[in-house]
């Protein structure tokens, strides 16, 4: 079964818009969660984080929300820029330390000039 | 030059064939994972090892064997290839005791197709 999702294989948007990539998991474990970015032919990127003590990191143009209780959490990249336009994980673990990441499917990014 | 380094980047073999995928890694990380990446299924955990003399299997570890030769690098072997291993396979690093490095740092990836 997999426990992190995300239920959108692909998203376009508007280049200056705000991208929305969400990710659902189901282990009520996981406490540190992560946002790969991978572009083609090249292995997937670290690009930000969450622990579940907090409920929104940012990072210049990317922060990530984290809803516990409904075990949802949100990649949003604002503004969205043509060279953002890659496949996106998210992944989560049940500890900083833990020895297992679980990933989910990815989400395909466009941004349209 | 990267990191973590993978060889092949592409591999076509035949059914039945014994493949390794070689990784090393320059990042002195003790952690080194394999993973493989299917379409929709997103990246499946193969084996990873904490250190030398320390081997784990992931979620998928059927039909696969690793090798940690050095801290430096970790082999990963299809002893009898079989059709459904076409994937893309990724080794990865972290180093949360050591340098600090918790996140997974990955390499290019090894493409394999079974025929």
């Known amino acids: 079964d997999q426990q992190v999702k995300q239920n959108s294989p692909s998203l376009s948007v508007q280049e200056g818009r705000i991208s929305i990539l969400n990710c659902d998991y189901t282990n009520s474990m996981f406490d540190y969660f992560l946002w790969y970015k991978k572009y083609p032919a090249e292995g997937p990127t670290f690009l930000i984080s969450i622990s579940s003590i907090k409920d929104k990191n940012e990072d210049g143009r990317f922060t990530v929300f984290l809803n516990k209780s409904a075990k949802h959490l949100s990649l949003h990249i604002v503004p969205s820029q043509p060279g953002d336009s890659a496949v996106y994980f998210c992944?989560?673990?049940?500890?900083?330390?833990?020895?297992?990441?679980?990933f989910g499917t990815g989400t395909s990014l466009t941004v349209i000039p | 030059d990267a990191d973590v380094t993978q060889t092949p980047r592409n591999r076509i073999t035949k059914t039945g064939k014994r493949i390794m995928l070689e990784c090393s890694q320059t990042?002195?990380?003790?952690?080194m994972y394999w993973y493989r990446q299917d379409p929709g299924l997103g990246l499946r955990l193969i084996y990873y090892?904490?250190?030398?003399?320390?081997?784990n299997k992931g979620e998928i570890s059927d039909g696969y064997s690793v090798s940690r030769q050095a801290q430096a690098k970790f082999s990963l072997s299809l002893e009898s290839a079989i059709p459904n291993q076409t994937a893309l396979y990724f080794c990865?690093?972290?180093?949360?005791?050591?340098?600090?490095?918790?996140?997974?740092?990955f390499g290019e990836g090894s493409r394999l197709t079974v025929l």
């Open positions: 090892s904490f250190d030398v003399k320390d081997i």
């Open positions: 990042k002195g990380h003790d952690r």
């Open positions: 990865a690093t972290s180093d949360p005791a050591g340098t600090g490095d918790w996140e997974l740092f």
């Open positions: 992944a989560a673990s049940a500890s900083r330390t833990g020895n297992q990441f679980y």
